[in-house]
């Protein structure tokens, strides 16, 4: 099975720190993806990457950064923290030649920005 | 472009009787579909897919779907609903050939009453 780790289930930070969120996966899948789900407008895209050194930005880029130095791993980045990025921010990786490969997906983090 | 429509929000069921989850999708080619369910704080997890290989999809948990093309819908149905199926479900789309694209539908939170 598939396993995406994300470093941690809840973080609570103060605003106009510097946070990273980290995330592995163990499938040598391609494409890792950064999620934030907020109530009532479901899951946004931040930014997502097809190989190393690679991104691509989502729909909701700003505020975030991201890195992929390695295959495995993809860290999102929040350069000074802000109470409007208090979220969920769920990790996802899939392969990267297939039609029908689906999102796997890590448990989340749960981020407080104070 | 890709759209996915889940026209119910909210779906309240007895245990022990059927779940019918509507999700209707807008795509120009042939799509990939998913169904995800969502428990509480909890990342996603892939419930079953369709790759064009068969029309009803079998998945995990007893849970299955049907693609109809005529209708442009993948409905999720079970015959009988668990208090544990109690959870947020999400129907989502892609079309490209390197598991990158993926629209989400909003979601339909399913209750399940004892």
């Known amino acids: ?114 | 472009a890709q759209s996915v429509t889940q026209l119910d929000s909210h779906v309240s069921v007895s245990e022990g009787t059927p779940v019918l989850l509507r999700c209707n999708y807008s795509s120009s080619y042939s799509p990939s579909l998913f169904w995800y369910v969502q428990h509480p704080n909890k990342g996603l997890q892939l419930l079953l897919k369709y790759t064009s290989a068969a029309t009803l999809v079998k998945g995990i948990n007893g849970f299955e779907a049907e693609f109809k093309k005529s209708e442009t819908s993948f409905h999720l149905t079970k015959p009988s609903a668990h208090m544990s199926d109690a959870a947020e479900y999400f129907c989502v789309v892609s079309e490209d050939n390197y598991g990158q694209n993926f629209v989400f539908g909003p979601g339909t939170r399913l209750s399940v009453l004892p």
Request: proline share 3%; charged share 25%.
């Open chain 1, 1 to 114: 099975d598939v396993k995406v780790t994300q470093s941690s289930r809840y973080l609570v930070k103060r605003t106009g720190e510097k946070v990273f969120l980290e995330c592995v996966q163990d499938m040598d899948h391609e494409n890792m993806f950064w999620y934030r789900q907020d109530p009532g407008l479901g899951l946004r895209l931040i930014y997502f990457s097809y190989d190393v050194k690679m991104k691509e930005k989502g729909d909701i880029p700003e505020g975030y950064s991201v890195s992929r130095e390695k295959k495995e791993r993809f860290s999102l980045i929040l350069e000074s923290a802000s109470t409007n990025q208090t979220s969920m921010y769920l990790c996802a990786s899939s392969f990267g030649d297939s039609e029908s490969s689906p999102l796997h997906f890590g448990n989340g983090t749960r981020l407080t920005v104070t």
